[in-house]
Each structure stands twice: as structure tokens, then as C-alpha cells.
């Protein structure tokens, strides 16, 4: 079964740092690009960004929002995927889902989040 | 940035009926365009990408069309199970955006 579980949230003071964590499972993690979205209370999705796999240097983009303060990142050897999150916000309070992007299977990679993790609640309070 | 205006914010609707809902993006994102449901607490379900074509396992009665900057999303026959929010997104460029969202619900 393919499969995301998010773990690391929690409640932290502003100006704060937190990392999250999504394991995957079920797939073969190392061939997809994986992202990384957040949905404030009562709010829409946002994407938060991306990172893509090791054959496209594990490079990664952002959205402007959390550029410079948040930083993806992935270890392969245990399917594993990151969110290293510093000078947190009060608006960085949400939901935060990981899922899994495109894969060298689909159309140059232009292809959307197909599965979901369950989401991990960040609380960025003093 | 490339925008996204998503409408109608909320609609009403009986099972049964037919509804659609329309995204707009601000410039041309060719088709590269996806659909979500969402119920509340829940991870999104990823229904249709590339503007119309269904994910597997997703039913018939959902159905996306357009290309450009016009997309739909048609959903004919509600279900009890369709009462949700959607949400488009758009994929064609950085940074990807979704959609304000559409809450389905029942009249």
C-alpha cells in the first residue's frame, strides 16, 4: 500500500524552529519528487514547496512565502522526507501534508500530487 | 505569479443534481491542471489531472474539461458522498496554486 505519515508537529513560540518528517512507504521513493503543502484554519491549500529526486540534483523550489526560512530536504537510504522550519510565523500555523509528486514515468514531469499524508498540525503560538 | 479564481466559493445543491464549478487562471496553463476533494479533517483525494483526464479508480459522474485559462469541473449526478470541498491547481509553472476552493453543499 503507498503510503505518507507525517510526524514532527507540534506547538512552538514565534521566531521558533521545528522539522516535520513524511515516511514513505509502498513506492519507489527515490524516482518521484516530493512536496510538501499547508492549509491554515478554515483556510485553502497552499503549496509550500518541492523537491525534486537525486537524478535532478535533489534541488528544490519554494513558494515565496517561505523562502529563506524553510528548507526541504530528503534522505533516500530511508525514505524519508523533511521540512526544516525556522523563524516560524504565527501565519505558519496549519496542516501540513507531504505527498507525492511526479515521477520519470509521466509527461517531463509535469504531473500533480497524486498521494497524501494524513497531515501534521503546526502551532506557531506564544 | 499565476493566479487562480475559483467559483462559486460555495454552492447548493440536492443529491441528484448536476453542478459545476469553474477555475480561471490569470494567464495560460495550457492543461495543466488538476482536481482535489477534500472533507473536512481529511487529506485531499486527487480526481482528475491534465484537465480531464481521471485519475483510476475515480467515479465517471466527475468529469474536467478546458484548457488555456477555462477549466470545469462537472460532477453530474450528486452522490451523498460528493458533499466536499474541491479545489483546482495548477502545475504548469513555479510556484504551483491552487484555487480558492468550492464547498459543495446540501440544499
Known amino acids: 500500500e503507498v503510503q505518507l505519515v507525517e510526524s514532527g508537529g507540534g506547538l512552538v513560540q514565534p521566531g521558533g524552529s521545528l522539522r516535520l518528517s513524511c515516511a514513505a512507504s509502498?513506492?519507489?521513493?527515490?524516482?518521484?519528487?516530493m512536496e510538501w503543502v499547508r492549509q491554515a484554519p478554515g483556510k485553502g491549500l497552499e503549496w509550500v514547496g518541492r523537491?525534486?529526486?537525486?537524478?535532478?540534483?535533489?534541488?528544490?523550489e519554494y513558494a515565496a512565502s517561505v523562502k529563506g526560512r524553510f528548507t526541504i530536504s530528503r534522505d533516500d537510504s530511508n525514505n524519508l522526507l523533511y521540512l526544516q522550519m525556522n523563524s516560524l510565523e504565527t501565519e505558519d500555523t496549519a496542516v501540513y501534508f507531504c505527498?507525492?509528486?511526479?515521477?520519470?514515468?509521466?509527461?517531463?514531469?509535469?504531473?500533480?500530487?497524486?498521494?497524501w499524508g494524513q497531515g501534521t498540525t503546526v502551532i506557531v503560538s506564544s | 505569479d499565476i493566479q487562480m479564481t475559483q467559483s462559486p466559493p460555495t454552492l447548493s445543491a440536492s443529491v441528484g443534481d448536476s453542478v459545476t464549478i469553474t477555475c480561471r487562471a490569470s494567464q495560460s496553463i495550457n492543461s495543466w491542471l488538476a482536481w482535489y476533494q477534500q472533507k473536512p479533517g481529511k487529506a485531499p483525494k486527487f480526481l482528475i489531472y491534465k484537465a480531464s483526464t481521471l485519475q483510476s479508480g475515480v467515479p465517471s459522474r466527475f468529469s474536467g474539461r478546458g484548457s488555456g485559462t477555462e477549466f470545469t469541473l462537472t460532477i453530474s449526478s450528486l452522490q451523498p458522498d460528493d458533499f466536499a470541498t474541491y479545489y483546482c491547481l495548477h502545475y504548469n509553472s513555479y510556484p504551483l496554486i491552487f484555487g480558492g476552493g468550492t464547498k459543495v453543499e446540501i440544499k
Open positions: 505527498a507525492r509528486g511526479p515521477s520519470a514515468a509521466t509527461e517531463n514531469f509535469y504531473y500533480p500530487m497524486d498521494v
Open positions: 509502498g513506492f519507489t521513493f527515490t524516482a518521484h519528487f
Open positions: 523537491i525534486r529526486h537525486k537524478a535532478h540534483g535533489s534541488t528544490t
